[in-house]
């Protein structure tokens, strides 16, 4: 079963999550070892591409479809906005520092490096590579953790510094 698996992997033709999901079925049913289902979940990993975990054309046409019209009635609120406005600022909307994991459907929506996210489990994670189609449990080496911002004073459990009262 090893060297079929490790054929289609090396094809590359294959799904990411698909495959390692059949690498841990073979591998609890006895069909792998510990060292040869990690060198084929490993191989999988690095052979991936991204295309062949794309969701089908045409729900990717509708994905597209879908983000256009959320744009739109955007662009309309912000006008009906714009338009109404008597003096002061307009203020354009924040971006969501980490904003919450989509899984992308297609080349159109994939995560690039630099890309931020909250993942489910709420960690966040910066992209590592382009056109990244996959999730950190499924690609880890694509995303890097980022360690939340902690306050050295409450790490040492000491109080606050506070001015004396007068």
């Known amino acids: 079963m090893y060297d079929i698996i490790k ?3 090396s094809s590359g ?3 990411l999550s698909d495959m390692l999901g059949k690498i841990d079925t073979i591998w609890l ?5 510990e060292e040869q289902r990690t060198e084929l979940v490993e191989l999988a990993r690095q052979n991936a591409l991204p295309e062949n975990s794309y969701t089908s054309v045409q ?7 879908t983000n256009l019209g959320e744009m739109a009635a955007a662009i309309r609120a912000n006008t009906d906005a714009i338009t ?3 003096g002061g600022t307009v203020t354009p909307p924040v971006k969501e520092e980490y904003p919450e994991y989509i899984q ?3 080349a159109h929506d994939a995560y690039n490096t630099g890309d931020r996210m909250t993942y489910t489990d709420g960690r966040r994670y910066v992209c590592r590579m382009d056109g990244c189609v996959w999730d950190p449990d499924t690609y880890p080496d694509a995303w890097e953790l980022v360690e939340e911002e902690t306050d050295p004073e409450a790490e040492t459990g000491a109080e606050p510094e506070t001015e004396p009262a007068e």
Do not use: A, C, M
Request: hydrophobic fraction near 30%.
């Open 104 to 106: 992308p459907t297609g």
């Open 13 to 15: 033709r294959y799904e």
């Open 59 to 65: 729900k990717q046409i509708d994905s597209i479809f």
């Open 7 to 9: 054929t289609v992997i």
């Open 29 to 33: 049913q006895g069909g792998l070892t």
């Open 84 to 86: 109404t406005l008597q």
